[in-house]
């Protein structure tokens, strides 16, 4: 039993200056399952924080259903659940390994491998943008616009599009912030024009590309349906994009916030993959998802009833001194680093996680190299959502350098 008040973590205005570490640390100290009050369709919501529990309700699919009430407090949260039982974060096996096969081939590392000069190639276009001003939102400018210009790449989009789907990124953003029932419907019905759109076009022109790869999938012997495509596509738009700008604005925020660490990774760019894991780890930007129990059960024995649904704070189980010793140091010279940034390491775990982490490691290069003296301008602005820890707008000043020698 918690003495802590659990209840207040489904409340934005608690992550109002980030993540509550200390109300995590205390939950995580007294109890593996701490009381987060009634969710909005009446059922008991409880917060696990330990590392291991976390791991073991990820692991768990049969008891910890992704699928029957999804993985928000409120079922229909974002989009309505029927829509959203065709994405892969929300199906249960055996119908999840079906589906995750059609994509796991696009990010084998080899495919992800052949990519990196065109990573490269990507973020700096963005740091050429700015570079000569010595001055830029890092936000607006460079974290939102790069891993989405990389996975229109993947997809085959026209970069011109670009802005059309910033616009339907924000808008689930939003959905994800409000919890109202289906607010992100309409993004759908904008969505499903422009994609058969562009399955004709990338058809026609022979384009080898993630759309085409949906397009031309099959599941039991069957083609997917149009509304199985559509929602593997907003899938992918939006988990491969919100979470890598927020690891990258927030790890530039972190590194100002170490000016020492920062310079090591100056000194010696050799340290950036090692001090990648250790931003994801630090920030942990997707803060939750949830999971329904399906039946009474238990969790390191405490019980959980039917339908009651479990928070698994992924960015509490990153920061469990049972996993990594002083969990609440940033340091990117540590040995061994434990972190949930990707999920609990069950079936779902992140399917992008290897282009992430070129990416971040990529942008760091190139980033840390280019732009000398980095300083903070203005305060970062932060999003106020328990869900992810993001920033909307980070001022920064800086010389223009000449490029690391990553090797
Ligand atoms: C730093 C960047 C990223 C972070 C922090 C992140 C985080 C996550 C998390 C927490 C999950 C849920 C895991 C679970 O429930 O156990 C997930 C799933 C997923 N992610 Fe990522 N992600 C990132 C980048 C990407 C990228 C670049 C892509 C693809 C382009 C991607 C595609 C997916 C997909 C398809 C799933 C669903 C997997 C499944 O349900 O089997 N992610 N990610």
């Known amino acids: 039993m918690s003495t802590t ?30 009381d987060s009050g009634v969710g909005p369709e009446g059922n008991r919501l409880w917060a696990v924080c330990r590392h291991a529990d976390i791991a073991e309700v990820s692991r768990s699919t049969d008891r910890f259903s992704s699928n029957v009430a999804g993985i928000f407090p409120n079922s229909n949260a974002v989009f309505n659940l029927m829509l959203t039982q065709n994405l892969l974060l929300y199906k249960d096996p055996p119908d999840h390994t079906k589906f995750r096969k059609i994509l796991q081939t696009a990010f084998v590392p080899n495919s992800v491998n052949k990519r990196q000069e065109q990573v490269r190639a990507t973020i700096d276009a963005f740091i050429d943008g700015v570079i000569e001003r010595g001055e830029c939102d890092f936000v607006k400018q460079i974290a939102v616009p790069f ?8 997809m085959g989009l026209p970069r011109e599009d670009i802005h059309t789907l910033e616009g339907w990124i924000d808008a689930i953003e939003a959905a994800t912030i409000s919890g109202v029932s289906d607010e992100a419907n309409p993004v759908m019905m904008e969505m499903a024009p422009y994609l058969l759109e562009q399955i ?8 080898e590309s993630l759309v085409v790869t949906l397009a031309n999938a099959v599941v039991d012997g069957e083609s997917m ?45 050799s340290l950036i993959p090692n001090a990648v894991e250790e931003i994801l780890r630090y920030t ?11 039946a009474d059960t238990e969790l390191s024995g405490c019980p959980v009833g039917e339908g009651d649904k479990v928070m698994i704070w992924y960015t509490a189980g990153s920061r469990d001194p049972g996993v990594n010793d002083d969990p609440h140091r940033f340091d990117i010279t540590r ?10 390491g069950g079936r779902h775990f992140c399917l992008g996680a290897g282009l992430a982490r070129q990416e971040l490691r990529v942008a760091f290069e190139q980033i840390l190299g280019r732009m000398e003296n980095i300083e903070l301008a203005d305060a970062p602005v932060r999003k106020r959502t328990n869900w992810a820890n993001a920033l909307t707008s980070m001022p920064i000043t800086f010389r223009s350098g000449s490029p690391l020698n990553p090797s």
């Open 200 to 207: 004709t076009r990338q058809k026609e022109a022979g384009t």
């Open 147 to 154: 891993p989405l210009s990389v996975l229109m790449d993947l």
């Open 335 to 344: 040995d061994s680093i434990e972190h949930m940034a990707f999920g609990g």
């Open 225 to 269: 349906k149009d509304e199985e495509i559509l929602v593997f596509f907003g899938l992918l738009v939006f988990a491969g994009n919100d979470t890598t700008r927020n690891t990258l604005a927030n790890g530039m925020r972190v590194l100002l916030e170490h000016p020492e660490q920062m310079r090591m990774l100056v000194d010696d760019p």
């Open 5 to 34: 008040d659990a209840t207040v973590l489904t409340d934005h205005e608690t992550f109002a200056e980030g993540p509550p570490h200390p109300m995590f640390d205390a939950i995580r100290a007294e109890t593996p399952l701490a």
């Open 284 to 294: 942990s930007v997707v803060q939750y998802f949830c999971r329904t129990a399906t």
